[in-house]
């Protein structure tokens, strides 16, 4: 198959909007299920764990491939929870293009946010579908409006909702000017195709005005077409619309309701008309992993050396699979990969095209595809796999950090070495669990994004490990920084023949923005010799594990090593792990007293209604929130607030108890921020 009739598509979006169900009426549609799967009945093809279907939510990312008038669409759909945001994270960094699905109720909610910004960081051009249309409280230009003002898109409505809610009947095509409509009967599987009724005619004609000046100002020959003719025809807007889109000019925005059967052939039509295929995108870049400053480029070629990117790893009892997006190359059963991480090599033992968690085998895959492996059983996710001699780095994926954490303990001693085993398959699986045993005491530490995170993952010890297992009450993840730049002097030394070699080494300690510590090596350390430069560069990592001054890890500083001396003077240079012993030490003296604690902060949404607002409120100003907006939504109040995470915990049930169970809320992780020294306080004398 061509590449140009290939497109790698994720939907993603805010719980609740209605990704899921999108997908199976795409897979029932497309003709690779016979049933609809639905997500209340806990059927569904692409949520297949038991936990997933327990819960009607999505947890991980499931992959599929559809064929659609002579196309093939391969889908991955993808959580809406912000505790599983790092399976969204990862997706979209090996996709082409995005479907955002938004709740024509609520409009753009906190998540959607999250998966716009990792969208536009990994320069993925997306389409909106404004689902779930026929709810009371739909309003399709709500929605619209929210996606303009919330994301800054440069949104274009290519079609309107005819009617609302319950008096929902269908969508005008605003290229075409035609009506379509869906009929339960035979469950959406047939298109009615109409003229606009008339009470829509003019709406349906400003908006399409609306959109061919919108489509026209993106091109010149366009514009000088439109004011020529004074409209564009509905092949000059899909060929304007498909420009725009793949460089982020415009937004298509589309409507229906999933559930209800409407609207999802017209948005796979539109995932073939405007959203990318692999040869759309431009070359992906890398670089030598021995020199990352040599750039590379790789083109998605079959004869091209072979560049594939792991993305996800995933746990079978029968061996591990390893997801890859393939970038250039072919990769073919029984093949020895190179790993740019950890410069090991592995063979492929079998290669699968995955629909959801069902397997089928290949001999070979090429650029675009997006297959799982077994046999790679050292690899993580992010790692580059290449064939020899075609070597390359891409960039590795980033995730957020933890925010909380929890002990886990097993129920029998017995079962210890059976529990620390299951917790690092789940760390290998989940870049953003993060699992630390306690040397002396053997107790096992699991961090994670939030309590449902946590909840899961504890689940899936007993359900799929077959381990009893306690867990301890979930604390926040507390970090440290710096101010103010600090410096700091240390020295360690080491028997050497008949005396002794003593090395000093001095740092510097900035504050910084990103949430990781950095650390560098300053130009003092360019004598220190080739060989202990390059040692350094690859372990001075290792001197930000420790905690600082006040016991909790290091976050938002940079540490530069900028001297290091031994001597005997001109004598060998002393091993690396000498000079990071007298690092060490150095930090330790430039952190002690210039820390402070630093807490996760998160962004809160409250939807509540009217009557019950003062109430949430007062909560909210108990719990340290700031408030930063309050938005009106028919007889719905919208809460906007930044929170101590600390605050949070067990508040559903204290907002189901003030709003008798009819507000809701989501949380998301916003960064880290100083705790006033009130409570830094009392945070510090109760650990």
């Known amino acids: ?271 073939l008309d405007w959203l990318p295929s692999p040869l759309d995108r431009p070359p992906v870049r890398g670089h030598d992993p021995a020199d990352a400053a040599r750039a590379i480029e790789r083109a998605p070629a079959a004869d091209a050396p072979l560049c594939a990117l792991a993305f996800k790893v995933f746990h079978d009892p029968h061996g591990d699979l390893v997801y890859l997006r393939i970038y250039s190359g072919t990769l073919r059963e029984g093949d020895q990969v190179h790993n740019a991480r950890d410069k090991k090599v592995e063979r492929v033992a079998q290669i699968y095209r995955m629909h959801a968690e069902h397997r089928e085998r290949l001999d070979a895959a090429g650029p675009g595809d997006i297959v799982a492996v077994s046999g790679l059983k050292l690899a993580r996710t992010g790692d580059t796999v290449f064939h020899k001699g075609g070597d390359i780095a891409l960039e590795p994926i980033e995730f957020p950090e933890p925010v909380i954490q929890q002990t886990v303990e097993p129920r029998s001693t017995a079962d210890r070495d059976k529990l620390l085993h299951a917790l690092r398959v789940l760390d290998r699986e989940d870049p953003t669990l993060r699992i630390r045993v306690d040397e002396e005491t053997g107790q096992a530490l699991l961090a994670g994004l939030g309590e449902l995170h946590l909840e899961v993952a504890m689940h899936r010890l007993e359900r799929e490990f077959r381990v009893a297992a306690r867990a301890g009450r979930p604390l926040v993840a507390y970090r440290e920084t710096v101010t103010a730049p600090a410096r700091g002097h240390g020295s360690a030394d080491r028997p050497l023949g008949e005396g002794r070699q003593l090395v000093t080494v001095d740092l510097g300690v900035e504050p910084a923005s990103a949430t990781r510590p950095e650390i560098q090596l300053g130009p003092g350390l360019q004598g220190a010799g080739k060989a202990l430069h390059q040692a350094l560069e690859r372990e001075a990592a290792s001197l930000l594990s420790v905690g600082g001054d006040l016991g909790f890890p290091l976050a938002r500083l940079r540490v530069t090593l900028e001297h290091v001396e031994w001597s005997p003077a001109g004598g060998e240079p002393p091993p690396p792990e000498l000079v990071l012993g007298a690092a060490s030490r150095a930090l330790d003296q430039a952190l002690t007293g210039a820390t402070v604690l630093l807490e996760p902060i998160m962004s809160l949404r409250v939807e509540v209604p009217e009557p019950f607002l003062s109430g949430v409120l007062a909560d909210l100003n108990t719990r340290h929130a700031s408030i930063e907006d309050l938005e009106a939504r028919l007889d719905l109040r919208v809460v906007l607030a930044k929170v101590p995470l600390q605050a949070m915990f067990a508040y559903s049930t204290d907002l189901r108890s003030l709003s008798q169970g009819r507000a809701s809320f989501s949380l998301e992780p916003d960064g880290y921020a100083p705790v006033p020294a009130e409570r830094a306080r009392a945070i510090l004398q109760g650990a």
Not at 57 to 72: D, G, L, N, Y
Not at 73 to 92: K, W, Y
Not at 96 to 105: E, K, R, S
Not at 199 to 225: G, M
């Open 1 to 271: 198959m061509s590449l140009e009739r290939l497109r790698n598509v994720g939907i993603v979006a805010h719980i609740d909007a209605g990704k899921t169900t999108v997908t199976e009426r795409t897979l029932y549609y497309t003709g690779v299920e016979h049933r609809m799967g639905e997500v209340h009945e806990g059927n569904t093809v692409m949520d297949w764990m038991p936990e997933e279907r327990e819960r009607g939510i999505t947890i991980t990312a499931a992959a599929t491939r559809c064929p659609w008038k002579e196309h093939v669409i391969q889908i991955i759909d993808t959580p809406g929870h912000v505790d599983f945001s790092a399976e969204v994270n990862r997706s979209l960094r090996v996709l082409d293009g995005a479907v955002v699905v938004i709740c024509g109720v609520a409009g753009v909610q906190a998540q959607t946010e999250t998966v716009l910004r990792q969208a536009r960081r990994y320069g993925v051009p997306w389409l909106a579908f404004v689902n779930k249309m026929d709810r009371p409280g739909a309003d399709f230009a709500a929605a619209v409006d929210s996606l303009r003002k919330r994301l800054a898109a440069p949104v274009a409505p290519v079609q309107l909702p005819v009617g609302a809610g319950a008096e929902f009947r269908g969508v005008v095509d605003l290229l075409r000017m035609r009506c379509l409509g869906w009929s339960s009967a035979d469950r959406g599987r047939s298109i009615q195709e109409d003229d606009v009724p008339e009470d829509v005619v003019p709406q349906a004609r400003a908006a399409r005005t609306s959109l061919c000046e919108a489509v026209a100002e993106t091109d010149e020959a366009l514009l000088e077409a439109y004011l020529t003719a004074g409209s564009l025809s509905a092949e000059q807007l899909r060929h304007g619309l498909r420009a725009a889109t793949l460089r982020g000019a415009l937004v298509p925005v589309l409507c229906g309701s999933a559930l209800r059967y409407s609207g999802i052939q017209p948005l796979l039509d539109a995932v």
